[in-house]
Nanobody, 125 residues
Framework: QVQLVESGGGLVQAGGSLRLSCAAS????????MGWFRQAPGKEREFVAV????????DYEDSVKGRFTISRDNAKNTAYLQMNSLKPEDTAVYHC??????????????????WGRGTQVTVSS
């Protein structure tokens, strides 16, 4: 079992930045692709970013490319999401997730094995 706990969310003005952290416990995250998803009220959970096992590969949802950066530190058993140039439409609960398999570029909810409870990000205009 892998337990994931997100932190770093909050209220920020448009154009501002936040850095989310996802601390894992129970097992090392090294063999897991790590992803970030978000869910706004009344909407389905959507893919934001994913990073490969060692961190060399990353992929992003189109609307966050160039603004968000996913990273990981396997020695600290932690993944991160740096969010810059935030927009009101980025407002959501952000969840991190761990997925085990032969592919790292996984973007669907059902491809992930473990989830955190999420951290709220609110961007004011």
């Amino acid at each position: 079992q892998v337990q994931l706990v997100e932190s770093g969310g909050g209220l920020v003005q448009a154009g501002g930045s936040l850095r989310l952290s996802c601390a894992a416990s129970g097992r090392t995250i090294s063999p897991y692709a790590m992803g970030w998803f978000r869910q706004a009220p009344g909407k389905e959970r959507e893919f934001v970013a994913v990073i490969s096992w060692g961190g060399a590969g990353t992929d992003y949802e189109d609307s966050v490319k160039g603004r968000f950066t996913i990273s990981r530190d396997n020695a600290k058993n932690t993944a991160y999401l740096q969010m810059n140039s935030l927009k009101p439409e980025d407002t959501a609960v952000y969840h991190c997730a761990a997925g085990y398999g032969i592919r790292w570029r996984i973007t669907r909810v059902n491809e992930y094995d473990y989830w955190g409870r999420g951290t709220q990000v609110t961007v004011s205009s």
